[in-house]
T-cell receptor, first 113, second 115 residues
Framework: ETGVTQSPTHLIKTRGQQVTLRCSSQ?????VSWYQQALGQGPQFIFQ???????GRGNFPPRFSGLQFPNYSSELNVNALELDDSALYLC????????????FGNGTRLTVT | GEDVEQSLFLSVREGDSSVINCTYTDSSSTYLYWYKQEPGAGLQLLTY?????DMKQDQRLTVLLNKKDKHLSLRIADTQTGDSAIYFCAELAMNYGGSQGNLIFGKGTKLSVKP
């Protein structure tokens, strides 16, 4: 079975720009979650998608948005980038239900200059 | 509010046992997790324990849960240089009436294994 894959691996953007990060879920998983990991910190929950709808959101502003597609792949979009958005963005997939363990991809390293 | 705390660093010699500790605050947490992160990589799920268990063993890994003190530990037996990584403790936080859950992570413990 294939694991969670994310693209691109690295990205450099300028403050004020917009960015789209992509994620392919592990085979058979229908729930996807996105986390932001700042340098030296633990991951923080951004939001979760289940059956193409947002199913929970952390303390992130509306300029962080997402999509989940019928094949369960997902996108994270960030508008009006700020310097503090520089971080590792992790996608995790799981089976439905809150108790299924999350399986993470290797992340996208976003640098905002 | 929910918070997970871990010590930031641990250094051991190869072949010794490592014990990584974690405290959490949400007494209603049902599942607690340990993840491993190697440099430049994502998070690898190591093991998890349900809140009605005191202990779980999986090969070299032993998880101990003291629910009264909200204390979780991960013991790695016969620690190898390949175990050098950052280890994250996480608790499951339930939202939306229990239909959705997300993980609350600690800041991670950096384990260094010396030959």
């Amino acid at each position: 079975e294939t694991g969670v894959t994310q693209s691109p691996t690295h990205l450099i953007k300028t403050r004020g720009q917009q960015v789209t990060l992509r994620c392919s879920s592990q085979s058979g998983h229908n729930t996807v979650s996105w986390y932001q990991q700042a340098l030296g910190q633990g991951p923080q929950f951004i939001f979760q998608y289940y059956r193409e709808e947002e199913n929970g959101r952390g303390n992130f502003p509306p300029r962080f948005s997402g999509l989940q597609f019928p094949n369960y792949s997902s996108e994270l979009n960030v508008n009006a980038l700020e310097l503090d958005d520089s971080a590792l963005y992790l996608c995790a997939s799981s089976l439905d239900g809150p108790y299924s363990p999350l399986h993470f991809g290797n992340g996208t390293r976003l640098t905002v200059t | 509010g929910e918070d997970v705390e871990q010590s930031l660093f641990l250094s051991v010699r190869e072949g010794d046992s490592s014990v990584i500790n974690c405290t959490y605050t949400d007494s209603s947490s049902t599942y607690l997790y340990w993840y491993k992160q190697e440099p430049g990589a994502g998070l690898q799920l190591l093991t998890y324990i349900f809140s009605n268990m005191d202990m779980k063993q999986d090969q070299r890994l032993t998880v101990l849960l003291n629910k009264k003190d909200k204390h979780l530990s991960l013991r790695i037996a016969d620690t190898q240089t390949g175990d050098s990584a950052i280890y994250f403790c996480a608790e499951l936080a339930m939202n939306y009436g229990g239909s959705q859950g997300n993980l609350i992570f600690g800041k991670g413990t950096k384990l260094s294994v010396k030959p």
